[in-house]
């Protein structure tokens, strides 16, 4: 995590938007329904990027969710995984046409 999305998460815009969407959420996770611990989880981050090293988030409710910890948790080694498999798939794809474009290429 950047210093600059930590302190995003510590300011009190997130504050503000974090509670609107536990309160929208019912104050409980929307996985499990525990109302222990909530978090609330970015579903993407497509809106929220730095700037001139500055946060700049224009995050929509709908790019929130109110989780539990250990919903967050699960939620986050979840994705971990797949961006290493996506990226293991990546680099299989390129090995392969790289592969080939050798093979072309001394084939001539």
């Not at 700049?56 to 290493?84: P, W």
């Not at 680099?91 to 001394?106: G, S």
Request: hydrophobic share 35%; aromatic share 10%.
């Amino acid at each position: 995590m950047s210093p600059e999305y930590r302190a995003y998460l510590l300011s009190p815009a997130w504050k503000k938007k974090s509670e609107a969407r536990k309160k929208k959420d019912g104050y409980k996770c929307v996985i499990c329904g525990s109302t222990k611990k909530l978090n609330v989880h970015h579903k993407t981050y497509k809106r929220v990027k730095t700037v001139k090293g500055k946060i700049v988030a224009t995050e929509r409710m709908s790019d929130l969710v109110t989780l539990c910890s250990e919903c967050h948790r699960k939620v986050h080694r979840r994705y971990t995984r797949l961006e290493r498999i996506q990226l293991f798939a990546y680099k299989a794809i390129f090995f392969v046409v790289l592969t080939i474009t050798i093979i072309l290429i001394i084939g001539r």
